[in-house]
C-alpha cells in the first residue's frame, strides 16, 4: 500500500488523525510517531489511533483484492 505524507498547520485531532493515515510506507505506528513529530499534539487520543489502525487495514485488504483480480 503507497500512503503519502504531508504536512497540515490547522486542527490537531481529526486533521492530525487523517495525516497519519497518509503517512508514506510507515506502520500505523510509525505513521502516527512521525505525525506527532511533525506536529506536536496531533492524534490525540486513542479512539483516533484505533481508527487510523481501522483504516490502514481496510486499505490493505483493498489492496490485497485488487492484487487477486
Same mark, same amino acid.
Given at each position: 500500500?503507497? $500512503?503519502?505524507?504531508?504536512?497540515?498547520?490547522?486542527? +490537531?485531532?481529526?486533521?492530525?488523525?487523517m495525516v497519519?493515515c /497518509?503517512? +508514506?510506507? $510507515?506502520?500505523?505506528d510509525?505513521?502516527?510517531q512521525?505525525?506527532?513529530?511533525?506536529?506536536?499534539?496531533?492524534? +490525540?487520543? /486513542? &479512539?483516533?489511533? &484505533?481508527?487510523i489502525? &481501522?483504516f490502514?487495514?481496510?486499505? /490493505?485488504s /483493498? +489492496?490485497?483484492?485488487r492484487q487477486?483480480?
Amino acid at each position: 500500500m503507497r $500512503l503519502y505524507q504531508f504536512t497540515v498547520f490547522v486542527a +490537531e485531532g481529526t486533521t492530525g488523525t487523517m495525516v497519519a493515515c /497518509k503517512s +508514506e510506507g $510507515l506502520t500505523v505506528d510509525g505513521a502516527i510517531q512521525n505525525n506527532r513529530r511533525l506536529k506536536p499534539g496531533s492524534v +490525540e487520543t /486513542k &479512539d483516533q489511533e &484505533d481508527r487510523i489502525g &481501522d483504516f490502514y487495514r481496510h486499505c /490493505k485488504s /483493498k +489492496e490485497a483484492e485488487r492484487q487477486q483480480h
